[in-house]
């Protein structure tokens, strides 16, 4: 069983930096992989970024590559969202996820084994 908090989320400018955070508990976190999701009002819940259990592969959609960078701190049961530029659109509520691989979590959420509660982003113009 691993537990998700998220934290950091909030608002922020056009333009502006945000680092989101996720705790995760239990012993066996460096096994997973973990990502990222979002969900706009109204809008299904998307992809957002995935990291691979070692941190050594990341993947993003095109839509966000050079804004948004993954990492994990597998010392700390720790995994982050920078995102950079940030825009109107980013806003949503983003959801941490864990699964059993990280490109599997690329392709669809329902590879994703735990979910965190979310943690809101509003972006303002």
């Known amino acids: 069983q691993v537990q998700l908090v998220e934290s950091g989320g909030g608002l922020v400018q056009a333009g502006g930096s945000l680092r989101l955070s996720c705790a995760a508990s239990?012993?066996?976190?460096?096994?997973?992989?973990m990502g990222w999701f979002r969900q706009a009002p109204g809008k299904e819940r998307a992809f957002v970024a995935a990291?691979?259990?070692?941190?050594?592969?990341?993947f993003y959609p095109d839509s966000l590559k050079g804004r948004f960078t993954i990492s994990r701190d597998n010392a700390k049961n720790k995994v982050y969202l920078q995102m950079n530029s940030l825009k109107p659109e980013d806003t949503a509520v983003y959801y941490c996820?864990?699964?059993?691989?990280?490109?599997?979590?690329?392709?669809?959420?329902?590879?994703?084994?735990?979910w965190g509660q979310g943690t809101q982003v509003t972006v303002s113009l």
């Open positions: 990291i691979s259990s070692s941190g050594g592969i990341s």
């Open positions: 996820a864990a699964g059993t691989y990280a490109e599997d979590l690329s392709h669809t959420d329902s590879n994703v084994r735990y």
């Open positions: 239990g012993r066996t976190f460096r096994s997973y992989g």
